[in-house]
C-alpha cells in the first residue's frame, strides 16, 4: 500500500520522555506539521521547557512515572478524557549506568529493566484502546543499535534493548492487521544527557568509534516512518550493517572487540573534551546539564 505524507493537522501525539533529546526533537518535527503534542516525562521542567518551544499553543505537559501502572493508567485516562484517541505514541524514555555487572546492586538491575523495557511495554499495552480509536494508529519506539550488538561495559542496557527491539517487533506483527502500525528506531551514540553522563561517568567506550550523531538527526529517521512506515529504521544505515555483520560470527566477538576498543577509548575522551568545551561538564567534572 502507497501511503501519502503523513498530515499531522489535528492529529494527537504522545510522546514519553518528551523532556529528553530525542523526544523533545521530534516533537518539535511532527507539531511543526500541525500535531498537537502531549509530552510525557517524569522531570516537568525539562518537559515545560520543550512545550514552551514547540510551534502551535494546543500542546501540554502530563508528568507521571511511567513504570508505575497506577501513574500510566491515570495518564491514559487524562488522555482519553481531553484527546479520546492517540493518532502517534512515541517511546522514547531509557536509562543506563555506567557501573559493572559484578559491582552493581541487584536493584539497579531491576530498576534499569523496568524503565527501559517494562515500562514502555506496559504504556504501550494501556495505550491500545486509544490508539484503535485512531483511523491510522502509530506506535515509534526508541530502541539503539546496542539492540543487535552486545555491549560489554552495559550488559542490562543491552538485555533491555535487546528485549524492546524482540517485543516490538513481535508486536508490529500481531497488531498490523488490527489498524495498529509498530516501528521502531535504531540509532547509534546519539548527543544526549544520558550519553553525556555515561561518558562522564566512563561507560561503554566501544560506542564512540565515530563522534555521537545528533538526536536532531534521529528525530528526523522517526519523522520519515511516519511518511513511509518500517518495521525498523537506523540513523546511521552504515553502522548497522558493521554490527549485524560482526554478530553472524558471536564466538569472534572476544577477538573483534580489542581491535575497536582503543579507538573507542579516543573517542569517548575527546567527546569528554568537547563537552568540557561546550559548557555541559564543570570544573571539577560534573555533568552540568
Known amino acids: 500500500m502507497t501511503r501519502q505524507r503523513w498530515d499531522g493537522a489535528g492529529q494527537v501525539v504522545v510522546v514519553t520522555g518528551g523532556g529528553g533529546g530525542i523526544g523533545s526533537e521530534f516533537a518539535r518535527l511532527v507539531a511543526a506539521r500541525g500535531a498537537t503534542v502531549v509530552l510525557v516525562d517524569l522531570r516537568a521542567e525539562a518537559a515545560d521547557a520543550v512545550a514552551s518551544w514547540l510551534p502551535g499553543d494546543t500542546h501540554e505537559v502530563v508528568i507521571g512515572d511511567l513504570t508505575s501502572r497506577d501513574e500510566v493508567e491515570r495518564i491514559m485516562?487524562?488522555?482519553?478524557?481531553?484527546h479520546g484517541r492517540i493518532d502517534v505514541l512515541v517511546n522514547s524514555m531509557g536509562m543506563t549506568s555506567a557501573d559493572r555487572f559484578d559491582e552493581r546492586s541487584v536493584e539497579s538491575i531491576d530498576r534499569e529493566l523496568t524503565v527501559?523495557?517494562?515500562?514502555?511495554?506496559?504504556?504501550?499495552?494501556?495505550?491500545?484502546?486509544?490508539?484503535?480509536?485512531?483511523?491510522?494508529?502509530?506506535?515509534?519506539?526508541?530502541?539503539?543499535?546496542?539492540?543487535?550488538?552486545?555491549?560489554?561495559?552495559?550488559?542490562?542496557?543491552?538485555?533491555?534493548?535487546?528485549?524492546?527491539?524482540?517485543?516490538?517487533?513481535?508486536?508490529?506483527?500481531?497488531?498490523?492487521?488490527?489498524?495498529?502500525?509498530?516501528?521502531?528506531?535504531?540509532?547509534?551514540?546519539?548527543?544526549?544527557?544520558?550519553?553525556?553522563?555515561?561518558?562522564?561517568?566512563?561507560?561503554?567506550?566501544?560506542?564512540?568509534?565515530?563522534?555521537?550523531?545528533?538526536?536532531?538527526h534521529v528525530a528526523r529517521t522517526m519523522e520519515k516512518l511516519l511518511d513511509k512506515p518500517r518495521l525498523e529504521a537506523y540513523p546511521k544505515p552504515s553502522e548497522s550493517w558493521l554490527v549485524r555483520v560482526a554478530l553472524v560470527s558471536p564466538n569472534q566477538l572476544p577477538r573483534i572487540m580489542p581491535l575497536f576498543r582503543s579507538k573507542g577509548e579516543r573517542g569517548m575522551a575527546r567527546y569528554v573534551r568537547q563537552l568540557k568545551e561546550r559548557g555541559y561538564i564543570d570544573e571539577d567534572g560534573q555533568l552540568l546539564r
Open 116 to 216: 527501559n523495557l517494562n515500562a514502555p511495554l506496559m504504556f504501550t499495552r494501556l495505550a491500545v484502546p486509544l490508539l484503535k480509536a485512531s483511523a491510522d494508529a502509530r506506535v515509534i519506539s526508541v530502541v539503539s543499535l546496542g539492540a543487535i550488538f552486545p555491549l560489554g561495559e552495559t550488559p542490562i542496557y543491552t538485555a533491555s534493548k535487546f528485549g524492546l527491539r524482540g517485543a516490538m517487533l513481535a508486536i508490529a506483527l500481531d497488531l498490523r492487521d488490527k489498524g495498529i502500525t509498530v516501528s521502531s528506531v535504531l540509532p547509534s551514540a546519539t548527543d544526549t544527557r544520558m550519553l553525556r553522563q555515561e561518558a562522564v561517568e566512563g561507560g561503554n567506550a566501544f560506542q564512540f568509534q565515530d563522534p555521537p550523531q545528533s538526536a536532531e
Open 77 to 82: 485516562a487524562h488522555i482519553e478524557a481531553k
